[in-house]
């Protein structure tokens, strides 16, 4: 009877912690492309534009405004979207964010502008250019200048 040499123990790594590591990341990235998508109305078909370019990465606070075929501003998905009907809805609604805006910021990043919201408009491709100019004027009347319009690039 031969008694065993040593201690023998077999080394197997724990990867309990990577295994949590690994889905508190997953769940991070859901949640993150929730919120974004949270703001995109997928009923809105874009116009296609020969010189469209990528959302600025840069852009720390944007509000996004989905406007339909009719000219209502869709505010989130399509299926629980809030509606803001004609230019006084729109004004109204774009203050309140303004008003959120300026809160949250301090003042002297408010005086540089780095403190308010870019306006990403999301325009149907079958909207009227009235249509758009009526948001875009609602946003300005509030406070906002820097407005940007979504467009698909198109390959011509």
């Known amino acids: 009877m031969s008694a ?3 201690n023998e123990q077999k080394a197997e790594p724990n990867l309990t ?3 949590d590591l690994v889905l508190q ?9 929730n919120f974004v ?6 009923t809105i078909k874009l116009p296609t534009a020969i010189e469209a ?3 600025d990465k840069t852009v720390d606070a944007y509000v996004i405004l989905n406007v339909n075929p009719q000219g209502k501003v869709l505010l989130g998905r399509s299926e629980d979207a809030n509606v803001l009907e004609g230019p006084v809805q729109i004004k109204q609604h774009m203050a309140n964010v ?7 910021t301090k003042p002297a990043d408010w005086e540089k502008e780095k403190g308010r919201s870019v306006i990403i408009l999301r325009a149907h491709k079958d909207c009227t250019y009235k ?3 009526d948001v875009m004027q609602a946003c300005r009347d509030a406070g906002y200048k ?6 698909l690039k198109s390959d011509q």
Do not use: C, S, T, W
């Not at 998508?37 to 997928?42: G, R």
């Not at 303004?98 to 949250?104: I, Q, Y």
């Open 131 to 133: 249509m758009v100019h």
């Open 25 to 33: 990341l997953v769940m991070f990235f859901m949640l993150v492309a």
């Open 17 to 19: 912690p990577l295994l």
């Open 53 to 55: 370019k990528a959302l």
């Open 98 to 104: 303004f008003a959120v805006d300026k809160a949250r």
């Open 146 to 151: 820097d407005i940007q319009l979504r467009a």
């Open 37 to 42: 998508m949270d703001q995109v109305n997928e």
């Open 4 to 6: 065993p040499v040593g």
